[in-house]
T-cell receptor, first 113, second 110 residues
Framework: GAGVSQSPSNKVTEKGKDVELRCDPISGHTALYWYRQSLGQGLEFLIYFQGNSAPDKSGLPSDRFSAERTGGSVSTLTIQRTQQEDSAVYLC???????????FGDGTRLSIL | DAKTTQPPSMDCAEGRAANLPCNHSTISGNEYVYWYRQIHSQGPQYIIHGLKNNETNEMASLIITEDRKSSTLILPHATLRDTAVYYCIVRVAAGNQFYFGTGTSLTVIP
């Protein structure tokens, strides 16, 4: 079945480099979320897209983080000038609309050396 | 802001019912309660959600108190594969964020 797909599954990079994480949501899902999960912690909301509306960026931790969603489908989360504290699993989820359950990908494990 | 409180860990004997409580005393009147679980190295898996009435599906049952301030997820016959971290989540205020907390780590014991 076509679930939420995230790539890469693992990313190791040096401090100061930029990284791009990709999310392919379930077809037809208008809502898309990005979360961050540090080791042993719960999920931290980053950003929310709903259809063609302006995204809710209230969870982005700094201006080094940005995200786009092109054509209401694929989304890219970009982290510029990565820091060691950015190391975490980045999870993407999509849902049919705002109140419907979210379906998650398996995340991208990001390690900053 | 709406948040949830869950016990950090629970054990359950295989084949018995697992009852996982969640307190969400500040939930808004029109917001759902959602339950997910997460097995190591995987993304969270949706289990069930509800607004006011009790709900049941092929995975679990959800009991919501009349005042909506708490709920209980019931796994009727726990198996070893149900060992996971279970999250009860609600939307924060009227925004788009969901509060996940640290969940309940359920261990099913043979």
């Amino acid at each position: 079945g076509a679930g939420v797909s995230q790539s890469p599954s693992n990313k190791v990079t040096e401090k100061g480099k930029d990284v791009e994480l990709r999310c392919d949501p379930i077809s037809g899902h208008t809502a898309l979320y990005w979360y961050r999960q540090s080791l042993g912690q719960g999920l931290e909301f980053l950003i929310y897209f709903q259809g063609n509306s302006a995204p809710d960026k209230s969870g982005l931790p700094s201006d080094r983080f940005s995200a786009e969603r092109t054509g209401g489908s694929v989304s890219t989360l970009t982290i510029q000038r990565t820091q060691q504290e950015d190391s975490a699993v980045y999870l993407c989820a999509s849902s049919r609309d705002r109140d419907q359950p979210q379906h998650f990908g398996d995340g991208t494990r990001l390690s900053i050396l | 802001d709406a948040k949830t409180t869950q016990p950090p860990s629970m054990d359950c004997a295989e084949g018995r019912a697992a009852n996982l409580p969640c307190n969400h005393s500040t939930i808004s009147g029109n917001e759902y309660v959602y339950w997910y679980r997460q097995i190591h190295s995987q993304g969270p898996q949706y289990i069930i959600h509800g607004l006011k009435n009790n709900e049941t599906n092929e995975m679990a049952s959800l009991i919501i108190t009349e005042d909506r301030k708490s709920s209980t997820l019931i796994l009727p016959h726990a198996t070893l594969r149900d060992t996971a971290v279970y999250y009860c989540i609600v939307r924060v205020a009227a925004g788009n964020q969901f509060y996940f907390g640290t969940g309940t780590s359920l261990t099913v014991i043979p």
